[in-house]
T-cell receptor
């Protein structure tokens, strides 16, 4: 059974720092991995999608990497800003699941202090 | 603008009063699904649909119904809501042809059943 773990559960940093959020998954048989952002009580905003054949994706100040063989992904946020404060969720899409549901980690709650 | 919309965004109702949460996407996606998000339990899939008239149960389908009469719409029906269905609900959609693409999520519907 696929399990997704995110470390740390919470993170507080001063504005301007570069930071890394970690995601690990137990089964490397995945279609893709997706990083989301969720503001309190709000919807899920997709940040980056990495297909299983890819190693990384970049969007602005965000860079996500995928090492499928070791079951790990990282989300790198450069020059963090208070507006980056949110919960970040990673999710994998398992290959052998006919429901094609995403398996989510429990998230990293990020606070960027001005 | 490509998006998934849900209505209503907030709903307070009483036990047993039938309700429908609508979901619509404008991206011509084949795949649509419903999740609920609860503290400590994360996101769990309720139902999914691979295309028009093709629906199936997810992990927590009890107490819910769905229909997929048109490609763009995927309503979630609670025939007799109960307090344990108080939750934050998300609709999602994506392409499935030639592998799964990025999944897009709606803004969420916060349901309270008293």
């Amino acid at each position: 059974k696929q399990e997704v773990t995110q470390i740390p559960a919470a993170l507080s940093v001063p504005e301007g720092e570069n930071l890394v959020l970690n995601c690990s998954f137990t089964d490397s048989a995945i279609y893709n991995l997706q990083w989301f952002r969720q503001d309190p009580g709000k919807g899920l905003t997709s940040l980056l999608l990495i297909q299983s054949s890819q190693r990384e994706q970049t969007s602005g100040r965000l860079n996500a990497s995928l090492d499928k063989s070791s079951g790990r992904s990282t989300l790198y946020i450069a020059a963090s800003q208070p507006g980056d404060s949110a919960t970040y969720l990673c999710a994998v899409l398992p290959l052998m699941d006919s429901s094609y549901k995403l398996i989510f980690g429990s998230g990293t709650r990020l606070l960027v202090r001005p | 603008e490509a998006q998934v919309t849900q209505n209503p965004r907030y709903l307070i109702t009483v036990t047993g009063k039938k309700l429908t949460v609508t979901c619509s996407q404008n991206m011509n996606h084949e795949y649509m699904s419903w999740y609920r998000q609860d503290p400590g339990l994360g996101l769990r899939q309720i139902y999914y649909s691979m295309n028009v008239e093709v629906t199936d149960k997810g992990d927590v389908p009890e107490g819910y119904k769905v229909s997929r009469k048109e490609k763009r719409n995927f309503p979630l029906i609670l025939e007799s809501p109960s307090p344990n269905q108080t939750s934050l609900y998300f609709c999602a959609s994506s392409f499935v042809v030639q592998g799964f693409s990025e999944q897009y999520f709606g803004p969420g519907t916060r349901l309270t059943v008293t």
